[in-house]
């Protein structure tokens, strides 16, 4: 069969969604203003490009070929990078040199010469753990990559220890014990609603893989750690073995669906789970934080009347836009009968973010990105048709919020922070901003902000060379850790 010839005139395609093919690397970007002498690392972005034109015109952006993207800084210079990430299914393709997977996480739907290929596409998170830097995606299992060269190193299951077929995007690593934690959902196959809970020590070995079943197969695209607990959010946006087989989406929204939180003792034993019932329908996709105080757990979550991404909302026949805010759920495991104790602490948003260093515990900031409503910027980017404009800090404990925004024609993607050396200061945040210069012309910046001040603006710019598509998450890595990378 002859290559398609064309992108699919969609939203998934369109915009900052517009393929770029580029792998390259550049050295000395111009900077505006000055970079502060904290920043001192990497900033490692997960960025979702497609190499092929896909096999059928419904392809969405979650199913394109991950990139890696690096900004290094060091003395106040800055170089870049971005490179394929050499999945199983980007291989694949390349040697085919066309498209070969069919619909999104639908492998029935996929060109018989890839049957039992790995359909994953490593293009979510990036994480750095052990000496080691991952590509992740929370269908499969994550890929190793080369911090300094970008280049693949294959798939990573633990040296062979790993049972699970899949782990999240979202891992937590405990600040102070270097501990990772790690789940994976259809640990066993497809539509199954087995999940694997496992730790990594800090030396980066597995020590413990255990698995229960979740009240139903669901997206469950992030979770929580506190100093004492593992806390697992179960949303019913639910997949089903006969409607993938007859070649439907792999989710459909339920807005009936009841909704759990699972609470166990982080180095317990699954069976010690408490489920707690949420309100029916509502989905989020990231926890900002939680923490515990006593027998009661705070989980601090992006919350959503359903599921947001506007695909899903769409197979599942659910229009209107969704509404909710920053929220805490409170749980007390004295007491599960009570139910959940809910506190709105923001507006709607997504993409939050913490210092690493609060991981767990009860913390004094925390941000996430918005949308400013006066100034939409209209921009295919990611599964959406327009852009984050409008960044948020929420101080604690009294709520406090503050806000940056440029408006219409600006896209700001999710944020990593970068600590400072003294203790008072929140640090900075590296923010890669998205700019439309003209219709289909959009230049890229790292905009650099005083985490505690952000409505001051950005302090200092790098110019981007090259155009990437959209950012899913990213991650800082300090230089401390990035000379601790290992061979092995
Ligand atoms: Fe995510």
Known sequence: MAPRPHYPDTVHYRGLNRPTHIEATAHDLYVEGEIPRDIDGAFFRAVHDPAYVPMRDDDVVLSRDGMIGKVEFRDGRVNCAIRYVQTERFLAEQKAGRGLFGRYRNPFTDDPSVAGVDRTVANTTPYYHAGRLFMSKEDGLPYRVDPTSLKTLGRWNYGGTLRSLTLTAHPKIDPDTGELFLFGYEADGLASPTIAYCIISPQGELVSEQWFDAPYCAMMHDFAITKDHAIFTVYPTKADLLRLKEGGPHWIHDPEGESFIGIMPRHGEVTEMVWFK???????????????????????????????????????????????????????????????????????????????????????????????????????????????NLLVRVGFPDGALS?????????????????????????????????????????????????????????????MPFRTCGQVHGTWVPRHLLDQARGD
């Open 278 to 388: 949420g309100p029916p329908g509502v989905h989020s996709y990231h926890v900002m934080n939680a923490w515990s105080e006593g027998s009661k757990v705070h989980l601090d979550q992006c919350m959503a009347s359903t599921n947001l991404i506007p695909f899903i909302a769409s197979d599942s026949g659910i229009a209107g836009p969704p509404q909710g805010g920053l929220t805490r759920w409170t749980m007390d495991l004295a007491d599960p009968g009570a139910g959940i104790t809910e506190r709105p602490l923001g507006p709607f948003g997504e993409m939050p973010l913490i210092a690493h260093a609060d991981t767990g515990k009860d913390y004094r900031r925390g941000w996430y990105l918005t949308v400013d409503p006066a100034r939409m910027t209209h921009l295919a980017n990611g599964p959406g048709d327009f852009a984050f």
């Open 403 to 463: 806000f940056y925004g440029e408006g219409a024609g600006y896209s700001f993607n999710e944020p990593v922070l970068v600590p400072a050396v003294d203790p008072d200061h929140g640090g900075w945040l590296l923010m890669m901003v998205d700019r439309v210069i003209a219709p289909g012309y959009i230049a890229q910046e790292v905009w650099i902000l005083d985490a505690d001040d952000i409505e001051r603006g950005p302090v200092a710019k790098v110019e």
